[in-house]
């Protein structure tokens, strides 16, 4: 008997173990190329989580990552460790096959590409002497990066930080422009980066490079609908068109000007009104517009106008009585004006001036009192109002995050003649001085280059001196102060005073103070100039008095 139930107990599991094998086909079947699979396979597909999604599948990552029995772990931490190990000792090809191993145990995990390509292109690359040695270390750091976006190619970080490393490391690095120049003309990287189709030669830039990087991670938030995360999107958006931004002053620097820097300075502005255009989600949930600060204001502005047009007279009426409601010493404080203020009535205007600020919901609230038949309309008028004041105050703390207008006033400026020609004049004087050593030469083209800047920063008034720009003017001056020194001449010089229409921007951009006593010397000047003015009018005064 006891054998019998043993052997139907044996029986009824197998019928059991049969009857699961459907729900769990039904259910985890994987997805061939003639199935769907089954309902998670589905699932997965629909959400973009299967490997598939995430980017190419390396049969040989699978075997090693299944060869490693559970323990992929541990060996992961060994293989960090070797890393580690192999940079302190400077064994470089040792360290590169380490991070090839760790790459096929670790495709999916985001942080490792972009700690790897920085150790590779970064910490990796300063150690060697030769230009060329370096380069070579950078380009394969950013070919450690690209892999890492095959295998993550839904992973807008990833994309995006590949446009950093192309645009910033071999852009902005000290041997900026040997590496622009090996970049160019390194057919090796192109063939190996664009996957066999290069760029034309003229699109080697690696600021165009670094911009259709940026681009193409802008492409997965758009038409793949995945997440930026913590990440700015003011920043994360703007990427394309300041990498735009970044070549065309690229070129002017090596001496392109001309039609080309124009069209790339247009595509630049371009880029730049598209990206004040798009559409973003602020810090509070709400979606702004860059572009759309006037808009609001303007439509704020009329809202305001309607609210105070209800009943005219409620703010001073409220303002009224809390001003009834202060105190002694604060009506005292507040009497007395603000440059002669002690630091007690500042204190005590400050605190007198927060009790008299009347809110929107004060005065709905007043109205609804006096006039209830207009306490619909007052309340919906002072939300609406509040909303939008809240849109403006988003949209201008992201304009400043973005720097938005002085970059819009710059593409916009930059490409018209006469900065075009200024920038021109001003890299024809330096090449006069630096390679010629024709120091009248030098000194003629750098006034024409001045004069000329005068007109653009006239045109655009709403130009700051603390920008680029008159950063870019500040070494310009810097130059010319060196040609002027070789010539026995200063800016304290009545001659050059006269003759130089950029003082503005020297006050305004002197960080070191160079040039104070110039500035001071020139500010002499232009008031000793009023008084001498001055006192030439009053002999003609006293001239007509005598003929009369």
Do not use: C
């Amino acid at each position: 008997m006891t054998e019998n139930k043993s052997f139907y107990r044996k029986i009824v599991y197998v019928v059991l173990l049969a009857v699961l094998l459907f729900p769990i086909s039904y259910l985890g079947a994987p997805a061939t190329v003639d199935d769907d699979g089954g309902k998670l396979a589905l699932i997965r597909e629909e959400a973009g989580l299967g490997q598939s999604n995430l980017g190419a599948i390396d049969p040989a990552s699978e075997t090693i990552r299944m060869a490693t029995l559970g323990l992929r772990g541990i060996a992961v931490s060994m293989l960090w460790s070797k890393a580690n190990e192999y940079k302190k000792k400077e064994d470089w090809t040792n360290f590169r096959a380490t991070l090839e191993q760790l790459a096929k145990l670790q495709p999916y995990f985001i942080s490792f590409w972009k700690y790897q390509a920085w150790n590779l292109a970064y910490n990796v690359s300063v150690e060697l002497d030769d230009v060329r040695d370096r380069y070579n270390y950078v380009t394969r750091g950013i070919d450690f990066l690209k892999e890492g976006t095959k295998y993550n190619q839904s992973n807008p970080h990833l994309i995006s930080e590949l446009g950093w490393f192309i645009g910033n490391k071999i852009g902005r690095a000290d041997e900026r422009v040997e590496y622009r120049r090996m970049f160019k003309a390194d057919d090796d990287f192109h063939n190996r980066f664009f996957d066999g189709n290069p760029p034309p030669p003229e699109q080697r830039d690696n600021w165009l490079v670094s911009r259709r990087e940026y681009e193409d991670s802008i492409s997965v938030v758009d038409d793949k609908k995945k997440s930026i995360g913590q990440k700015n999107p003011t920043v994360f958006f703007a990427a394309p068109a300041m990498s735009q931004i970044n070549y065309a002053e690229a070129i002017e620097e090596d001496g392109i000007f001309q039609e080309k820097a124009r069209a790339a300075w247009r595509i630049a502005s371009n880029l730049w009104r598209d990206y004040g255009n798009r559409e973003m989600r602020s810090s509070r949930g709400s979606l702004i517009r860059l572009a759309d600060l006037n808009r609001w204001e303007l439509e704020t502005s009329k809202l305001e106008n309607e609210f105070s047009n209800i009943a005219p007279g409620i703010r001073d009426e409220i303002v009224a009585e809390k001003r009834a409601n202060l105190s002694p010493e604060m009506l005292a404080a507040l009497g007395v004006p603000a440059s002669i203020r002690t630091e007690e009535q500042q204190n005590l205007a400050a605190q007198a001036e927060q009790s008299l600020d009347v809110t929107l919901a004060e005065i709905a609230d007043q109205i609804a009192k006096k006039y209830p038949e207009k306490a619909g309309q007052a309340n919906k008028l002072a939300s609406r109002i509040a909303e939008n004041q809240d849109r403006i105050f988003l949209i201008k703390n992201n304009r400043q995050v973005a720097n938005y207008d002085y970059w819009k006033t710059r593409t916009d400026f930059e490409q018209t003649s006469d900065a075009l020609r200024a920038r021109e004049l001003a890299y024809a004087a330096n090449q006069a001085f630096e390679q010629d050593a024709d120091l009248l030469e030098a000194r003629r083209l750098y006034d024409e280059s001045f004069d000329l800047w005068a007109k653009v920063i006239a045109t655009y008034p709403g130009l700051e001196y603390d920008s680029t720009t008159g950063s870019d003017l500040m070494e310009y001056i810097d130059q010319y102060n060196k040609v002027l020194q070789q010539l026995d001449l200063s800016f304290s010089d009545e001659e050059v005073d006269a003759n130089f229409p950029l003082w503005e921007i020297l006050e305004g951009s002197d960080q070191e103070r160079k040039y104070f006593d110039a500035i001071t010397e020139h500010k002499r000047r232009l008031e000793g100039g009023d008084q001498s003015e001055a006192t030439t009018e009053e002999p003609s005064s006293e001239s007509a008095d005598d003929s009369e």
